[in-house]
């Protein structure tokens, strides 16, 4: 089954520091892996995803993603954190059809970015 | 932009209540979720359909139903409402977009501002 760990449920950064949210993932196909941020009293928003091609996206408000293979992981960066990225974040991932799955999105526990200033 | 529209963002219910959560998308999405989102629990779905009157189990199924009988709206119901379903709820929905019978990709699933439902 497909499963999707975010190591750490808070992150406080300060503002104009690195952002790191980490994202392990399990699937016995290849995967489809998202994040989505979401703020306060709102819905989910998508930052990026990967399908194929190029492992490393590039999402909206200058996050990116690097997706490891080798590492089942889809870690979160952001080279200078702002405060308006306070939010909590998820990570998701869904497989593509013909599996065992049909193309679900599965959810990990969230991660809430506190910014110090 | 695509549109995903939940009928209400807070509710209270009484317990054994029947309680109807609607959702509607204007971007004619073949597929539509619900979720159910907990602290520290992230979100965990209940009920997709693929299509038109076509539902079927999440995770967490137990005491909800749905109905799909048009593809812009998707219907969560919760037969006889308790306390441990005070939740928020998330409707969303996604489009399909590769070749059915060869690899069906999936796309990004477009949100809806959440029901927050209280049961008491």
């Known amino acids: 089954a497909q499963s999707v760990t975010q190591l750490g449920s808070h992150v406080s950064v300060s503002e104009g520091a690195l952002v790191l949210l980490r994202c392990n993932y399990s699937s016995s196909v290849p995967p489809y892996l998202f994040w989505y941020v979401q703020y306060p009293n709102q819905g989910l928003q998508l930052l990026l995803k990967y399908t194929t091609g190029a492992t490393l996206v590039k999402g909206i408000n200058g996050f990116e993603a690097e997706f490891k293979k080798s590492e089942t992981s889809f870690h979160l960066t952001k080279p200078s954190a702002h405060m308006s990225d306070a939010a909590e974040y998820f990570c998701?991932?869904?497989?593509?059809?013909?599996?065992?799955?049909?193309?679900?999105?599965?959810f990990g526990q969230g991660t809430t970015l506190q910014v110090k200033p | 932009d695509v549109k995903v529209t939940q009928s209400s963002r807070y509710l209270v219910k009484r317990t054994g209540e029947k309680v109807f959560l609607e959702c509607v998308q204007d971007?004619?999405?073949?597929?539509m979720f619900w979720y159910r989102q907990d602290p520290g629990l992230g979100l965990r779905l209940i009920y997709f359909s693929y299509d038109v009157k076509m539902k079927e189990k999440g995770d967490i199924p137990e005491g909800y139903s749905v109905s799909r009988e048009k593809k812009e709206r998707f219907s969560l119901i919760l037969e006889s409402a308790s306390t441990n379903q005070t939740s928020m709820y998330l409707c969303?929905?996604?489009?399909?977009?590769?070749?059915?019978?060869?690899?069906?990709?999936?796309?990004?699933?477009?949100f809806g501002q959440g029901t927050r439902l209280t049961v008491v």
């Open positions: 969303a929905s996604s489009f399909t977009p590769f070749n059915r019978s060869r690899d069906r990709g999936f796309a990004e699933a477009f």
């Open positions: 998701a991932v869904s497989s593509r059809w013909g599996s065992s799955n049909t193309g679900k999105l599965i």
């Open positions: 971007m004619d999405h073949e597929n």
